[in-house]
């Protein structure tokens, strides 16, 4: 459909008997670019395209370089401004009406910049050039800025024109104002079956969910019964798994760090506190970060693990524990890695910028090759880069 009506403006163009202006030529040749452009681009129009082909073009130039400006909509007319360089009157107004021709015949009004003149074109065909004045008679109320733009004030209105507007926006309000009316009663009356239908149910509905709540009361008490057994079954495999991948993770380190002792001098490995992986509160009232490492290379830069405990209550984790790489530098510090809580039996070693990765462990076989592989590889990456930073 588009294209049917793309081909009838161009077709309409080309018959439009324009051809005994010297501008006529080129104008249409920059009305059917612009149609083609404007068809096969999304969000382009044909009227922004024909501006922008009109004054980019190298024959239109040759008439003193013409430049068209605006061309807004306003009251269903199309506003330009025009710097008009050596066009002629009639080169004007055969640019009203091409522009008319490929607008979807809406009139154009070019005002030419630096002059009081306007090329207007009208419904029944016509192309008009002179004053304001001239062209649009005593109603005509214009209002331009200094540099020759239509400002927010500009009004082309008659005394008829705005009696009829002013009729059809007392519709619309009347139309509005009914439909609000209708509206709110409608939403009165909804209002009122729901508080009569769901309302008037309730007491029956509570009568049956309870009667429902008592009748099922063994299923539901066999069913948190499995719920926490299975919580507690997890949690006695956590308790048994989690420390193997946590010592897993600081004895590679360690023996990271002597094998490069032996290579490397002024590599210094501190070991502050001992600790305490998972902490039950029914046997301890604090739970305490842990130092546990300090790794200082030649650079002054250091490696610290900070871990905190795991929490058990009533037997059953309610924090996991975690342990963290900081790198420190001049009292700034930068996470590295970290290892996370489990989910059903699942964790993650996080690595940070600009690392960056995750090693999923599994509590049912947490020291597997390729979880061991990629940690090897990740401890690798941070101490070349904590080493190696300056």
């Known amino acids: 459909m588009r294209r049917v009506v793309l081909a009838l403006v161009l077709l309409f163009i080309i018959t439009s008997g324009m051809s005994h202006a010297t501008l006529a030529p080129f104008l249409k040749v920059i009305a059917k670019e612009a149609i083609k452009g404007a068809s096969g681009e999304l969000g382009k129009t044909v009227i922004e395209e024909f501006k922008r082909l009109f004054n980019n073009d190298k ?47 809406i009139d154009q009004e070019i005002k030419v910049n630096g002059s009081d003149n306007v090329v207007a074109t009208t ?26 733009g239509i400002t927010a004030q500009t009004v082309y209105i008659t005394p008829s024109e705005l009696k009829d ?39 029956k509905e509570a009568d049956e969910w309870a009667q429902l709540f008592v009748d099922s009361l063994p299923l539901r008490k066999d069913k948190i019964k499995t719920i926490e057994n299975d919580k507690r079954s997890l949690t006695e495999k956590e308790i048994t798994k989690l420390p193997i991948i946590f010592e897993y993770v600081l004895q590679n380190l360690d023996t ?16 502050p506190e001992d600790y305490i992986l998972i902490v039950d509160l029914e046997k301890h009232k604090s739970t305490p970060k842990y130092l546990t490492r300090r790794i200082t290379f030649p650079n002054k830069h250091s490696v610290e693990l900070i871990l905190r405990p795991g929490i058990l209550e009533k037997g059953l984790f309610i924090d996991y524990p975690e342990l963290e790489f900081r ?3 001049n009292n700034r510090t930068k996470k590295l890695f970290s290892i996370g809580r489990p989910y059903l039996g699942r964790g993650y070693v996080k690595l940070g910028y600009p690392v960056i990765d995750d090693i999923q ?21 941070l101490i070349e880069m904590v080493y190696l930073d300056e």
């Open 165 to 203: 507007s002013k009729k059809v926006m007392e519709e619309i309000l009347a139309e509005y104002e009914k439909g609000k009316e209708i509206e709110n009663a409608e939403l009165k009356r909804r209002l009122a079956e729901i508080h009569k239908v769901e309302f008037n149910v309730l007491p």
């Open 59 to 105: 024959e239109i130039a040759k008439k003193g370089n013409p430049q068209l400006k605006e061309g807004k909509l306003v009251q269903n007319k199309r506003r330009w401004i025009i710097s008009p360089g050596k066009l002629s009157s009639d080169d004007l107004k055969e640019l009203a009406k091409i522009l008319k021709s490929v607008d979807n015949n």
């Open 361 to 381: 462990y599994s509590l049912d076989d947490p020291l597997n090759e390729g979880f061991k592989n990629r940690l090897s590889q990740s401890l690798d990456k």
């Open 327 to 329: 790198e420190v530098t």
């Open 256 to 271: 990271k760090i002597a094998a490069l002792q032996k290579r490397i001098t002024n590599i210094m490995v501190e070991r």
């Open 123 to 148: 419904q029944s065909g016509n192309v008009n050039f002179g004053t304001y004045q001239e062209v649009l008679g005593d109603n005509a109320v214009t209002s331009f800025n200094q540099q020759g």
